[in-house]
């Protein structure tokens, strides 16, 4: 049996520039990663197979309509072999929630079967199958911090590695937000551009989240979930990720993070969380 992690991807910023003709939005993003996340393994089988277990995976289909069996038949497909799988997913990060989800569970996908299928390096281009299968799939195939453009999807290596072993807090008040009514939420103003160089964290505090505002009216509570992490001590970068609803903190100290957590549990003891570091 093969394993791997679907890390959490977080958004430290998230410029969205304009709507482009294909009816995407042009973004520049900072992506980091969490050491925690899904579950993912598989193992030799005849067909190709996925069960669905964990806390966040009731209701989820485990039909070919699931990115993780899509992203495994692209890579039979590419790589010209017919091998079965049996995947295991392990759903432990809640759904629609900004933080790479369905997309970080195909890339780990991509990765655990290129492993158990011993594939050459050149039998599947991985990243031009992470590409066609969604924007964020090709960062979280990497799932390491770097720049994002284009529709997310065009990387920049960032040589930073100042953020390594951050302590961060990630809560969700335990309301979906769907990217698409989120998007359509936003108000259309270019705010301007993120800041380039290697500097992540000076980059990321500069920046902001400009679907924020719109998850915000959809869903008022994120304030209160980006204020109560805000509010906490030894905060350096409060907000919220992705399309929401997930917000999270980074923080000076372990220390300083567990006591957040140990706060937020007791003040909103219906939300999610996770404590865990960055990549």
């Given at each position: ?7 959490a ?51 989820l ?24 799988a ?23 996908a ?16 991985l ?117 929401g ?19 937020i ?13 960055l990549?």
């Amino acid at each position: 049996m093969i394993d791997d992690v679907g890390y959490a991807k977080l958004n430290l910023a998230l410029h969205v520039r304009r709507r482009r003709p294909d009816g995407y939005h042009d973004l520049e993003t900072l992506f980091a990663f969490c050491e925690a996340g899904d579950g993912l393994s598989a193992e030799p089988a005849d067909t190709l197979g996925l069960t669905i277990e964990g806390p966040f995976g009731a209701g989820l289909s485990a039909g070919p309509d699931n990115l993780v069996l899509r992203a495994a038949a692209a890579l039979r497909a590419a790589a010209g072999i017919d091998a079965g799988a049996a995947i295991r997913l392990d759903k432990r990060l809640p759904v629609a929630a900004g933080i790479g989800g369905g997309s970080a569970d195909a890339a780990a996908a991509l990765r655990v079967l290129a492993r158990l299928w011993t594939l050459a390096p050149d039998a599947a281009d991985l990243r031009a199958l992470a590409a066609g299968l969604g924007a964020d799939v090709p960062a979280c195939l990497e799932s390491r911090s770097c720049r994002g453009e284009a529709r997310g999807d065009a990387l920049v290596p960032v040589a930073d590695e100042a953020l390594r072993g951050t302590p961060v807090l990630l809560v969700n008040p335990r309301v979906p937000t769907l990217t698409g009514p989120v998007f359509r939420a936003w108000d259309g103003v270019d705010r301007g551009p993120l800041a380039t160089g290697d500097a992540l964290l000076a980059i990321a505090r500069a920046g902001r989240n400009d679907l924020e505002a719109p998850a915000i009216r959809l869903e008022p509570v994120i304030a209160t979930a980006v204020a109560a992490l805000a509010a906490c001590a030894g905060v350096v970068l409060a907000r919220m990720s992705g399309s929401g609803a997930t917000c999270f903190a980074l923080f000076e100290s372990s220390a300083a993070r567990d006591a957040a957590a140990a706060t937020i549990a007791a003040d909103h003891p219906g939300w999610w969380q996770l404590a865990t570091r960055l990549r």
